[in-house]
């Protein structure tokens, strides 16, 4: 058993290399249940090694990666969702062309009869389906439309309540608003507040400070594999949480730069006012 105050899960000094390469070196965080811990960076900067860590997908080389308090070293995503964990990847795995029900339930169909008479429970899957939406305070107009016709924040939402519905503790959500427009994103927001008020911890990559600011907690800033800032709600500003994920000091000194930079004399290879 495990108190109230035991995260949910807790990264401590992790790294993980291919050969000589340093994909993630001594990155920290903590999950707690109802918060959002949201993990920053550019394309290259750890994330993707970092999501597959505590996915299961790999293991970790170095450092120490606890579940409720247990130190672990994940087999196998399978191990991880029995351990609570559940991760929705950029690249949804949902069937397009099959319904939204049948979506919901994918790998997990329930049965009604027996031997020869043995069949999925169809009403079953559709009436679950529609309640746990409404739960999350998604409506969706048709549970029996192909889920390929939903929009991308639809589609993200649906994943996100079937892992509250099969009983996720922690959801690890990748770039779930990458490829959305603002009103898109907002809705992939909204549900993924939910998950965090329906008591979950939220584990949210992203490269947008903003959104991260709408609704996390915690933030971890990645670079080239690295952790180069680890602050609470309280201890950072959207300005500044902005300015460190755009660089920081070396934005500065770019900013310096091109001040002190000589203003060009020529443009397209011809003097000022100079006539062909």
Not at 158 to 168: C, D, H, K, Q, T
Not at 241 to 247: P, V, W
Not at 257 to 274: F, M, N, S, V
């Amino acid at each position: 058993m495990t108190d109230d105050h035991t995260p949910l899960v807790e990264l401590d000094g992790v790294s993980k290399y291919y050969g000589n390469i340093r994909a993630l070196e001594d990155v920290s965080l903590l999950v707690n249940a109802g918060e959002i811990t949201c993990v920053l960076g550019d394309n290259g900067a750890g994330k993707s090694t970092l999501i597959k860590i505590i996915a299961g997908l790999h293991q970790h080389d170095a450092g120490t990666f606890r579940i409720e308090g247990e130190q672990t070293r994940l087999a196998s995503p399978r191990e991880a969702l029995e351990r609570g964990i559940a991760t929705v990847f950029q690249d949804l795995a949902v069937v397009p062309l099959m319904p939204v029900w049948r979506n919901f339930f994918l790998g997990s169909e329930p049965t009604k009869g027996a031997g020869p008479f043995k069949r999925l429970d169809v009403e079953l899957m559709r009436r679950t389906t529609r309640e746990e939406l409404l739960r999350m305070g998604i409506d969706l107009r048709d549970v029996d439309q192909p889920i390929g016709t939903l929009s991308g924040g639809e589609r993200q939402s649906v994943a996100i309540a079937r892992a509250v519905y099969f009983g996720a503790k922690v959801l690890v959500l990748d770039e779930p608003t990458a490829a959305l427009g603002v009103k898109q994103s907002g809705v992939v927001l909204k549900y993924v507040a939910a998950a965090r008020d329906a008591g979950l911890g939220v584990v949210l990559i992203t490269h947008n400070p903003h959104h991260a600011y709408l609704v996390g907690n915690r933030f971890v800033l990645l670079k080239r594999g690295g952790m180069v800032g680890s602050h609470t709600r309280e201890e950072i500003s959207l300005d500044e949480l902005t300015r460190q994920m755009a660089g920081g000091s070396e934005l500065d000194d770019l900013r310096h730069e091109l001040e002190r930079a000589p203003a060009p004399t020529h443009l397209g290879g011809h003097p000022r006012g100079a006539t062909e």
